[in-house]
């Protein structure tokens, strides 16, 4: 059975950083693009940052210069470095991959999620 399994949220001041992994797991055939997305209370959930498996990037307006999203796909794990972090950027993150399990069909996947607080 697939899964994502997110790691690395926490809190941290203004102007902090923070880096979140994402660890896919399983009988994993393949595994195309991943992303990052992000939830605050009482709104929904967007797009942070995807990377394909050839590693071309795009990121939403709010994070570019401040976030890196970037895979190791001999470890079937994505990053997000985040600097600079603003209060804004506190919410849940999600991890989200495309994965073809072994003997299966292409499938979207989601981790649970890993909170990230932003304070002082």
């Known amino acids: 059975q697939v899964q994502l399994v997110e790691s690395g949220g926490g809190l941290v001041q203004p102007g902090g950083s923070l880096r979140l992994s994402c660890a896919a797991s399983g009988t994993i055939f393949s595994i195309g693009t991943m992303g990052w997305y992000r939830q605050a209370p009482d709104k929904q959930r967007d797009l942070v940052a995807t990377?394909?498996?050839?590693?071309?990037?795009n990121y939403a307006n709010s994070v570019k210069g401040r976030f890196t999203i970037s895979r190791d796909n001999a470890k079937n794990t994505v990053y997000l470095q985040m600097n600079s972090l603003k209060l804004e950027d506190t919410a849940v993150y999600y991890c989200?991959?495309?994965?073809?399990?072994?003997?299966?069909?292409?499938?979207?996947?989601w981790g649970r999620g890993t909170q990230v607080n932003v304070s002082s």
């Open positions: 989200k991959a495309g994965i073809r399990a072994a003997g299966g069909n292409w499938s979207v996947y």
């Open positions: 990377i394909t498996n050839g590693g071309t990037t």
